[in-house]
């Protein structure tokens, strides 16, 4: 990465003169985990990963939740469980992804639908099991939207939610290709949405708040 620095020498008149010099700036190397370490880690006592969330070989720290983080997708797993069943719908899951990004990822949507019944997983839930992920974000929002984005898009989840607690609003990813949702439509609280699963059933945004 190049910057330009301003550096102030002093002219003949002793006034300073600003100069752009362009000054290339190495970030210093850091560490990228694998699943495997952060197993083994784990296992040893040394990481305590219910705290965390691989994404990207990163350790992203989960942040204590708030009244409206802990309300909105209790309020979220209810609708979908009474369209879709109790066993269908997950909260806070770990689950698997697309085996390009398996190694070094292990996200944790707040809801998943998946379907097929949780008694007829063999393991954790897979990219392939998931018909929607959902996260609720406020100060995660930019993340979601597109590191979380893409690591869904590549993983071929049908459909993604972001609902926004700030702006009070669910954004809708949809129709995977490449790596990134083709459609990407948000609804705010006065307006109503459904899932590609059940077209049918409406829910108003404002009553996910």
């Known amino acids: 990465m190049t910057i330009a620095l301003r550096v102030s020498i002093f002219d003949n ?28 880690l784990e296992r040893a006592g040394v990481l305590e990963m219910e705290r965390y969330e691989l994404v990207g070989g990163e350790l992203v720290l989960k942040l204590g939740k708030n009244k409206p983080h802990m309300l909105v997708p209790a309020l979220l797993l209810h609708w979908l469980q009474g369209i879709f069943g109790a066993l269908f ?53 930019s993340f979601d939207l597109t590191v979380k984005a893409r690591l869904y898009a590549r993983a071929a989840i049908a459909e993604y939610w972001v609902v926004d607690l700030t702006g009070r ?25 459904a899932t590609l699963g059940a077209p049918e059933v409406l829910v108003r945004v404002g009553d996910l708040f």
């Not at 300073?16 to 083994?40: F, I, M």
């Not at 008694?119 to 996260?135: T, Y």
């Not at 669910?170 to 948000?186: L, N, S, T």
């Open 169 to 193: 609003q669910v954004i809708v990813h949809r129709q995977p290709e490449d790596g990134r949702y083709m459609e990407v439509v948000a609804y705010a609280e006065e307006e109503s949405v």
């Open 89 to 141: 719908v997950l909260q806070d899951p770990t689950i698997d992804i697309h085996p390009t990004d398996s190694s070094t990822n292990e996200p944790q949507p707040d809801v998943v639908v998946m379907n097929r019944s949780i008694r007829e997983l063999p393991g954790r839930p897979e990219a392939k099991d998931i018909v929607l992920a959902a996260e609720v974000s406020a100060t995660t929002l």
């Open 13 to 40: 008149d002793s006034m300073p003169v600003a100069l752009e010099a362009p000054v290339t700036v190495t970030a210093p190397p850091h560490k990228l985990w694998t699943r495997a370490e952060c197993e083994a």
